[in-house]
T-cell receptor, first 114, second 116 residues
Framework: KQEVTQIPAALSVPEGENLVLNCSFT??????LQWFRQDPGKGLTSLLL?????REQTSGRLNASLDKSSGRSTLYIAASQPGDSATYLC?????????????FGTGTLLAVQP | DAMVIQNPRYQVTQFGKPVTLSCSQT?????MYWYQQKSSQAPKLLFH???????NEADTPDNFQSRRPNTSFCFLDIRSPGLGDAAMYLC???????????????FGPGTRLTVL
């Protein structure tokens, strides 16, 4: 059974710092991995999607990597800003079933201090 | 802007009183999903529609039903809400199912359900 874990559960950094969020999954048989942002009481905003054949994706100050063999993904945020404060969720789409299903981690709550 | 819309954003219902949550999309996507997210927990898929084909997750309680009358709209019906059904309900869409980026999911803002 696929399980997704995110460490740390919470992180506080000063503005301007570069940071890395971690995601691990127990079964490397996945179609893709997706990183989301969730603001308090709001829905999910898709940040990056990495297909299983890819190693990384970049969007602006965000860079996500995928190492399928070790079951790990990282989300790198450069030059953090207070507006980056949110919960970051990763989710995998497991092989062996419909390609629609997403298995989520419980997220990392990020606070960027001005 | 193309988007996923959920109404209402906040819904209060009484224990056992049926409630319907609404989702609409202007993306013209084939697939629509409903997730349940309880406080401080990960979102959990309840079911999805591929066009008109309904796909229920094995552990989704019978209390939860869904309707998709057309491509744009999808409804979540909770027949007899219990206190344990209080949660954020998230609607999502994807262009299609498949191995490429067509299965990237786009989420609405969610409906927070309170059960009194």
């Amino acid at each position: 059974k696929q399980e997704v874990t995110q460490i740390p559960a919470a992180l506080s950094v000063p503005e301007g710092e570069n940071l890395v969020l971690n995601c691990s999954f127990t079964d490397s048989a996945i179609y893709n991995l997706q990183w989301f942002r969730q603001d308090p009481g709001k829905g999910l905003t898709s940040l990056l999607l990495i297909q299983s054949s890819q190693r990384e994706q970049t969007s602006g100050r965000l860079n996500a990597s995928l190492d399928k063999s070790s079951g790990r993904s990282t989300l790198y945020i450069a030059a953090s800003q207070p507006g980056d404060s949110a919960t970051y969720l990763c989710a995998v789409s497991p092989r062996g079933g419909a390609t629609n299903k997403l298995i989520f981690g419980t997220g990392t709550l990020l606070a960027v201090q001005p | 802007d193309a988007m996923v819309i959920q109404n209402p954003r906040y819904q209060v219902t009484q224990f056992g009183k049926p409630v319907t949550l609404s989702c609409s999309q202007t993306l013209n996507h084939n697939v629509m999903y409903w997730y349940q997210q309880k406080s401080s927990q990960a979102p959990k898929l309840l079911f999805h529609y591929y066009d008109k084909d309904f796909n229920n997750e094995a552990d989704t309680p019978d209390n939860f039903q869904s309707r998709r009358p057309n491509t744009s709209f999808c409804f979540l019906d909770i027949r007899s809400p219990g206190l344990g059904d209080a949660a954020m309900y998230l609607c999502a869409t994807s262009r299609d199912l498949g191995l490429a980026a067509v299965n990237e999911q786009f989420f609405g803002p969610g409906t927070r359900l309170t059960v009194l």
